[in-house]
Structures are given as structure tokens and as C-alpha cells.
């Protein structure tokens, strides 16, 4: 039985409860077809290659998985409440600093390659394919995708702390994902460039005048140190993790490069920023924050930052400094979004179908 299924139709009463409990707190000053509707009212623009500059008038739709959409970063988007949207994304601060014509963000929480062209069965609700928002017409396409690929993220983050103990100073967890002296966690990290490459594929035929920019992964792990109070993970296992991201993010920037797409390197601007950083971090940890982040998902000033990276990479300038596009989709209210968390907490990433 598919692992990943499991746990989401484990977890699909108690969201059904939570969703219920929220109605009073919901906003919806915006009719929750308003992104929708941005298809249906914009009209045709120019379209141009990849390779050359973005039109005045962009139309921008953006992909992708919970990296993308910003679980738990305020405030959560109910179109649908099951793919922990943020309307501060680095999509939302993109569109913005570009000044675009239409918006839309269709990234989901969870999502894997396959999420792309099937849709995505949620706790509540289903997230329709999302390759299925691209227009012709289209002019900017953003991807985030790959980690949730045979439960790369996943299982590094449920996994890794529950067999600390077993050797805290060792790699209890590198040993455990080593199969027959296979390291079957860098293998699927290197196998992820196929799928992403077929993804950005399709973009291409669904939207062939679309420039495409494929953002890797902000950096998890510090290069050295621990700082387990965040990440529990044995101290041998932080040095095997950061490489796995590593070859994650080389596959995706390879898959990018071999597909007429642009890469933007998040990594590398974020060195100093990682989980361990204190204050300058711009990942959480393992700690949900109501307000803030899912355990090992972006804050909004990361989400800022790889809006400003992607910006500089398409146009080759700083992105000037924007609130957030306002998409018009209905919201929970801080104190809807609270409650949720509290209904929430102690369950471990991997059930809530975050990887």
C-alpha cells in the first residue's frame, strides 16, 4: 500500500474537524475563485523564448511543493486549506516585485513530480494537476520540485531523530538508508533529475513561449556544527544530510540546464542562514510555529530571499522591496490559523503528508 496515502487518509478526520472548527475564523472578504478568474479576464500577451527577457506584462503561474507554497506562514490560504498555501510565498513576493498581470499559485504542500500531471489527493479536498493551470499564453512559469520524491525529505526529517540515540555521534541514519553498500538516499537524489527534467518538459509543450525557472532548495544544515535542540539528528548524520541536499539541488539544477530552463540557486545564498542560525535562520526547525513555519519549511524573510534570488536571476536585477501579491483568495485569520496548529501539534511532519 502507497506509504504516503496512508498517512494522509490517517490524518483526513482530524482535519475534517479542524476544517469545521475554523468556518467562524475564515475570511472571506474574496471569492475563493478570484486566481481562477485571473485566467478567464486576462487578455493575450506576447509571449517570449526562455532564453530573453520577460515581457512588461507577465502572466506568471507558480508550481511547486510545500517549499514552495509556505506551510504555516501566515496567512494560510483556503483554496484548498489541505495544501497549506501561504499568501507569503516566494511566488506572492515574486509576482509583486515583478508587477505581473495575473497570478497564480497553484503549489501544494506535499507534492511530488507526479503531482504535476495527476491530481493530489489532500487530508481535505484535492489539489487539481497543476500543469493543468499553464496557458499558452503564459509567460513565466516557476518550478519547486523534487523533494518529496521517493520520501527524500520525508524520511530524513521523521527518520533521522528517532535512531539518534542508537549512536549520537555517529550516522545511525545513513547506515539505516545504506542498502547492500548502496546509499539509496543519494541514489533517489540523483534519480530526481529525471523526473524534474520531464517535468519542466511538459511545461514547455503546455506553455512553449513561457520563460521557466527552476528553484532549488534552500539550505537545510549548516556545512559544519550541530545544533540538535533544532535538528536532532546524530552528529555524523549532518554531514550525510547536507550531502544528499547537495546532490538534490545538483540534480534539479541539471535538469533544469539540460531543458532550456533557468536555475536559481538558493543554496548558495544561504549559507549563514540555515536551521542552525539562530535569529538569521531562514528555515524553521523542528518546532512548529503557528505563525511562522512548519518544522523544516521556510519563514517568510526566506521566502523573501529566494523571491529576490529568482527576481535577479530572471531580470538580472534586485528586486525592489514589495508586500506580497494579493491574490484575492479567501484566508484563515491569525487566530484560525493558531487553532489549527494547536489541533495539529505533535504529529510528525511525514503525517500531515509535509515531507
Known sequence: MNTRATLLRRTAVTLAAVVVAMVPSVNYSASPSAVADQHRNATTAPAVAATQPLPARIDYVALGDSFTAGPFSPLQRTDPLGCFR?????????????????????????????????????????????????????????LGIGGNDFGLFGDLTSRCPEVRESDPTGSPCKQEFTVDGVDTKMRDAAAIEGRVAAVIAKIHKRSPNATVAVVGYLRLLPPTGTCVDEVPFADGDYAWADAVE????????????????????????????????????????QTLKPLEAFPYHPFAVGMQAVAAKTHRTLTGDPARAANPYDSGAATLTKAGQRQLATLITGRAPARLGFR
Open 86 to 142: 501561504s499568501t507569503r510565498n516566494y511566488p506572492a513576493f515574486l509576482a509583486s516585485a515583478l508587477g505581473v498581470r495575473t497570478y497564480v499559485d497553484v503549489s501544494c504542500s506535499a507534492a511530488e513530480t507526479a503531482d504535476m500531471t495527476s491530481p493530489q489527493t489532500l487530508p481535505i479536498g484535492t489539489n487539481p494537476a497543476q500543469l493543468d493551470s499553464l496557458r499558452r499564453t503564459t509567460d513565466l512559469v516557476t
Open 246 to 285: 547537495r546532490r538534490l539541488n545538483a540534480s534539479i539544477r541539471n535538469a533544469a540546464e539540460s531543458s532550456d530552463a533557468s536555475y536559481v540557486n538558493t543554496f548558495g545564498v544561504s549559507k549563514g542562514h540555515d536551521v542552525c542560525a539562530g535569529e538569521r535562520a531562514w528555515v524553521n526547525g
